[in-house]
């Protein structure tokens, strides 16, 4: 099959890259440029987990063709920690508030998370789980994960947060 | 500050940095998840590696004419198709089940469910092979089909299993019709039939616990590397139970098992769908060995629901007998178990039903019997434990639907009805009717904390008065309240009645001090997201004094790790957690010894403190756990091993009994059928608490799951034995919005034979949540006369409901 050539930024790196106009783009994340945090849970589009951020909007790559993202500004969970190496306040949320289990929908939950706050820098709670409606989890029950980016929120913001006791 | 006070500041001080047994450590695990770097299957890409997908079947039973693979070996970028032609000279067409079954690994003769492997296309990419599997020509002669299994014994119903059609004698005993496996019974029948038969109040009815799927966000998945120069094969996979695989691969590919390196790397979750060996490992490893290099099969989600390990499909006729006021005198029940196409149930070897038999939950139930027979079906094969111990989650059902029944036909309180009849404290260890022998547990404390902490009596009066308005036509919301008070059985198993393929189901632990005073600790589990890395640490923190961030917990890899029968049915904690405590202490033991010998005192003349030994009275002469590292390395006592390691292989001496008080309250619109959950209420009794944090993630999860399985999730089929909705499009999954919050709360009853007192948690709140939920629904209609609904409670089964009480005027 022929290919067609792509040029795009992944994580601040510019990249080129010739692949088949069929290639979807997690397969080109993943196997071509070895980013294989985005994760494929059910190919449909329904989970989630293959998000990134593309052009300021969260995607689902199992849903996009690589040659869709000619020209794009892709950020991936390989991108999201602190310049210095730490984790960013949403990874450091996901962590002191359990907000995960198997680590599967992680990297989009996450990526997600961190569209829906540029979206709205202070959201409810029943804002955030709209917010994250398309990300599935299976480990969680999603109160904790709320919680996660409710810490990320009130940290952001200098807002006081509270772990509620059980 | 007293001394005293000094003292005690001291060692909370050396406590805490410890990091041990109780606190909400947070997880080691996640500073690479959160950031992408978990290395799950998939992620693996190794030089030369090819990719095989399956054809399959598009009938749920068809005699297969004809297959042609040369449209599909000529397309390029195919390296290899293979049917079962290719596998019968290697003896390979079938493999063994945990059940006793053989099952297809590709299709010979007969496709017996939709979407069964008919071939395997191994191409250079997965896209080339996907193309190619379209390419395989395959002619099929349809055959009817079974789908209900009420009709796989009816004297003319088609033959499924052609291969095994002569042998009347399955693995567990005699088949009483070509589509029968195995009946499966126990308890006194004579006695319970007596009982029965002199009543005052009985109930029976038809609970039907339906088919669905644990459906991990991670698909099953494999890459096999077969180094034909040496003769050895890795296998990476999704493994709940690496080394039982190793065992398979070596049983059924004749390999020796020292040249099979199985690893489970991190796993996307498995709730049971990664126990069972399936067509795709065999057909990875199978491909390797031929073409000597690498394959990769990866299920898609279609796949995943239709084709590998389903649960549930029990059909359960479950009846009880009671005096007047409300003593329930005994229980009988009797299983039809839908299998699919073989039997392929991921079962301790002896048990073909599971532990249905903990079906008398948490009364004191004296007279029972229990009967299962197991059948075939066109439908996919498994019935694995999805989120609980081997048939829990069904027995539970059972009873806990049972006992509101009988609490409606008596007019008493269901919460009353319970009480009355729990195993009292004191009748700990308790003997079930059933065979089981109940550990611990404090049912009346937990089931009163719970009750007051819920309001349970206001609740009641407000669902009165509801009731009251929605007779009157004020309101169209019906609220029903939810209870279930389970007893789990987790931590298979006593090698005297537990076993898979032969081999007893202990588990292991491996723990070895380095010289600086830092650890690698291995064990014979899996973690699939329980945080064992966290976990496991904190258990040897406390037993030995070592910071639990100076320890390592490696699982997954058969070379390294000891033997043990992996991680599913709550079993972690119950055993090799049990294993990791024995191993900690055989160190401390040897550790006393050095320690002694360093201070030049005699052994007897020590205590523990913490992170170090002592001598009694004088506290300042002590030798902490990092010195005593370094000296059974540098200066061990003479005539001593030097080195500071242990291992245990742990047989547990009985099963654990975790419990917990359930309680839901739900409104639901009666035009819509939309049930919405107020409040639920989980408080579990998991013995000892390793990490409140993770039991409370493990809780939450937990709840989320039966939410899906009572409110919605099922693998249905149509009558061709089509397969409705394999698609998360149609599979429910909850979002964050549609599920309920979750309260949790716990009493703390701890296991007498377990070492630390832990009995497991992860299935608790699947096994009680489901039917707390069927509970909640069936209790809102149950004043209309609505009868036992079966699940799943979707809106349009709830809206149905309303049509046939004619509420919809």
């Known amino acids: 099959m022929s290919k067609s050539h792509i040029e795009l930024t992944i994580n601040g790196n510019k990249v080129e890259a010739l692949v088949e106009p069929r290639t979807l783009l997690v397969h080109f994340l993943r196997e071509q440029q070895n980013l294989t945090g985005a994760h494929i849970g059910c190919d449909t589009g329904h989970c989630g987990a293959c998000t990134v951020d593309m052009d300021d909007m969260s995607v689902k790559s199992c849903m996009t063709f690589a040659v869709q993202a000619n020209g794009a500004n892709i950020t991936t969970i390989e991108g999201v920690a602190n310049a210095d190496g730490t984790l960013s306040v949403l990874q450091e949320g996901f962590r002191m508030m359990h907000g995960l289990q198997c680590g599967f929908c992680t990297p989009g939950m996450i990526l997600r998370a961190h569209r829906l706050l540029q979206e709205n820098p202070a959201p409810t709670e029943d804002e955030i789980r709209h917010g994250i409606s398309g990300n599935l989890c299976r480990c969680t029950g999603y109160v904790n994960i709320v919680k996660s980016i409710q810490y990320a929120v009130a940290k952001i913001n200098g807002t006081p947060f509270q772990e509620a006791a059980e | 500050m007293n001394d005293q006070t000094k003292i005690d500041a001291d060692r909370a001080e050396r406590t805490e940095k410890l990091q041990g047994m109780g606190c909400k450590r947070k997880r080691v695990e996640d500073v690479r998840f959160t950031q992408g770097k978990g290395s799950y299957v998939d992620d693996l890409k190794l030089p030369g590696m090819l990719f095989g997908d399956f054809v399959r079947s598009p009938h749920a039973h068809a005699r297969i004419k004809s297959i042609d693979t040369s449209r599909a070996k000529a397309l390029p970028g195919v390296i290899a198709v293979l049917t079962a032609a290719d596998l019968k000279p290697l003896g390979l067409h079938y493999m063994p089940t945990l059940a006793g079954d053989v099952q297809a690994v590709l299709a010979e003769e007969k496709?017996?469910?939709?979407?069964?492997?008919?071939?395997?296309?191994?191409?250079?990419?997965?896209?080339?092979?996907?193309?190619?599997?379209?390419?395989?020509?395959?002619?099929?002669?349809?055959?009817?089909?079974?789908?209900?299994?009420?009709?796989?014994?009816?004297?003319?119903?088609?033959?499924?299993?052609?291969?095994?059609?002569?042998?009347?004698?399955?693995?567990?005993?005699?088949?009483?019709?070509?589509?029968?496996?195995?009946?499966?019974?126990?308890?006194?029948?004579?006695?319970?039939?007596?009982?029965?038969?002199?009543?005052?109040?009985?109930?029976?009815?038809?609970?039907?616990?339906?088919?669905?799927?644990?459906?991990?966000?991670?698909?099953?998945?494999?890459?096999?590397?077969?180094?034909?120069?040496?003769?050895?094969?890795?296998l990476w996979g999704t493994f709940q139970a690496p080394h039982v695989i190793r065992t398979v691969v070596s049983l059924i590919s004749g390999l020796p098992e020292h040249k099979i390196h199985v690893i489970a790397p991190d796993i996307g979750g498995g709730f049971g769908n990664k126990v069972g060996a399936y067509a795709g490992y065999v057909c990875s490893v199978v491909g390797s060995i031929v073409l000597g290099v690498p394959v990769k099969w990866v299920e898609d989600r279609m796949e995943n629901l239709s084709t590998t390990s389903f649960a549930r499909d029990y059909h359960m006729t479950t009846e009880l007998a009671a005096t007047k006021d409300g003593k329930i005198q005994a229980m009988r029940v009797h299983v039809l178990a839908d299998h699919g196409a073989f039997d392929a149930c991921a079962d301790p070897s002896k048990w073909p039903a599971g532990f249905m038999n903990i079906c008398t939950g948490s009364y004191d139930i004296p007279t029972a019997h229990l009967a299962v027979d197991g059948v075939y079906t066109n439908k996919a094969s498994g019935g694995v434990a999805y989120r609980c111990s081997f048939r829990v989650t069904e027995a539970v059902f059972a009873i806990e639907r049972a006992v509101e029944l009988l609490a409606q036909k008596l007019g008493m309180d269901a919460a009353e009805l319970r009480i009355k009849n729990f195993i009292k404290a004191e009748q700990f260890p308790y003997q079930s009717a059933l065979g089981w022998e109940y550990d611990s547990g404090d049912y009346h404390t937990a089931m009163k904390k719970a009750m007051d902490t819920i309001g349970y009596k206001e609740l009641r009066e407000e669902q009165a008065k509801k009731r009251e308005a929605f007779t009157r036509g004020e309101t169209r919301e019906l609220m029903g309240i939810g209870i279930s008070f389970f007893t789990e059985i987790v931590g298979a198993g006593p090698a005297k009645n537990c076993d898979i393929l032969g081999i007893a189901m202990f588990d292991s632990a491996e723990i070895r001090i380095h010289p600086t005073g830092s650890v690698i600790a291995r064990m014979g589990t899996k973690s699939q997201g329980q945080g064992h890395e966290t976990t496991y640490a904190q258990i040897i923190a406390t037993e030995i004094g070592i910071p639990a961030d100076d320890i390592m917990i490696e699982e997954g890899n058969t070379d390294t790790a000891p033997y043990g029968l992996g991680t599913y049915g709550s079993r972690s904690t119950p055993v090799a957690g049990a294993a990791t405590a024995v191993a900690a202490r055989k160190i401390k033991a040897k550790a006393q010894m050095i320690a002694a010998h360093m201070l030049e005192v005699h052994e007897g003349d020590l205590e523990w403190d913490v992170d170090r030994f002592r001598v009694k009275g004088l506290p300042e002469k002590c030798k902490t756990m990092k010195e005593i590292a370094w000296a059974a390395y540098n200066s061990p006592p003479p005539n001593m091993e030097p080195g500071l390691e242990a291992v245990n292989y742990y047989e547990p001496p009985n099963m654990t009994y975790p419990f917990g008080a359930y309680f839901c309250v739900m409104d639901i619109d009666v035009d819509t059928g939309v049930a919405k959950t107020r409040r639920f209420y989980a408080l579990d009794d998991c013995g000892t608490r390793i990490n409140p944090m993770i039991i409370e993630g493990q809780v939450h999860g937990g709840l989320t799951e039966a939410f899906a399985c009572a409110m919605g999730q099922e693998i249905r089929y149509d009558e061709q034995g089509n397969v409705m909705g394999a698609s998360f499009m149609d599979f429910f999954l909850p979002t964050a919005v549609e599920t309920p919050h979750w309260e949790t709360d716990h009493t703390v009853t701890p296991s007498p034979h377990h070492p630390i007192g832990a009995k497991g948690v992860g299935e608790s709140p699947h096994v009680g949540g489901v039917p707390c939920f069927s509970n909640a629904v069936n209790d809102a209609y149950a004043f209309l006369g609505a009868g036992h609904i079966q699940m799943p409670h979707d809106a349009w089964r709830l809206w149905k409901v309303g049509e046939k009480l004619n509420l919809h005027k």
């Open chain 2, 111 to 234: 496709v017996l469910f939709q979407n069964q492997e008919v071939a395997f296309v191994i191409a250079k990419d997965r896209y080339i092979a996907s193309d190619a599997t379209e390419l395989v020509d395959v002619e099929y002669e349809a055959l009817p089909c079974i789908v209900d299994p009420f009709k796989s014994m009816l004297p003319d119903a088609p033959i499924l299993r052609e291969d095994i059609q002569d042998k009347m004698t399955g693995a567990h005993g005699p088949r009483k019709h070509p589509n029968h496996i195995f009946e499966w019974m126990i308890g006194d029948k004579e006695a319970t039939d007596a009982v029965f038969a002199n009543a005052d109040v009985t109930i029976k009815e038809m609970l039907v616990d339906h088919r669905t799927h644990p459906s991990p966000l991670e698909t099953c998945q494999s890459v096999a590397s077969f180094d034909k120069v040496k003769g050895e094969l890795t």
